[in-house]
């Protein structure tokens, strides 16, 4: 069993910035890749940043430029920097871990979502 938990988001005005956290725990021999994905209402959820256990990290266009995503490897946390906020930002953001099992068996698994708005 894996468990992902998500802190941050919030409201913040255009221009502003906002920074996530992710941890994960529980039981498995590794972590491969740690990622953020979005969805707004009415759309699907996308890929906006992904960091693996190589440190190669991977962006949407939308978010290159003006978000961040880095891991600290010794807590199991991913951390998702986001600056020069947007409207189109808007948007319910969850975490996402790529972790080997016990038994060998690759899981993906979702953290419960936070809301980020960006309103004047």
């Known amino acids: 069993q894996v468990q992902v938990v998500e802190s941050g988001g919030g409201l913040v005005q255009p221009g502003g910035s906002l920074r996530h956290s992710c941890s994960a725990s529980g039981s498995f021999l590794s972590i491969n890749a740690m990622g953020w994905y979005r969805q707004a209402p009415g759309n699907q959820r996308d890929l906006v940043a992904r960091i693996t256990s190589e440190n190669r990290t991977l962006y949407a266009d939308s978010a290159k430029g003006r978000f961040t995503i880095s891991r600290d490897i010794a807590k199991n946390m991913v951390y998702l920097q986001m600056n020069s906020l947007k409207p189109e930002d808007t948007a319910a953001y969850y975490c996402?871990?790529?972790?080997?099992?016990?038994?060998?068996?690759?899981?993906?698994?979702w953290g419960q979502g936070t809301q980020v708005t960006v309103s004047s």
């Open positions: 996402n871990v790529d972790t080997t099992g016990l038994d060998t068996i690759i899981r993906l698994t």
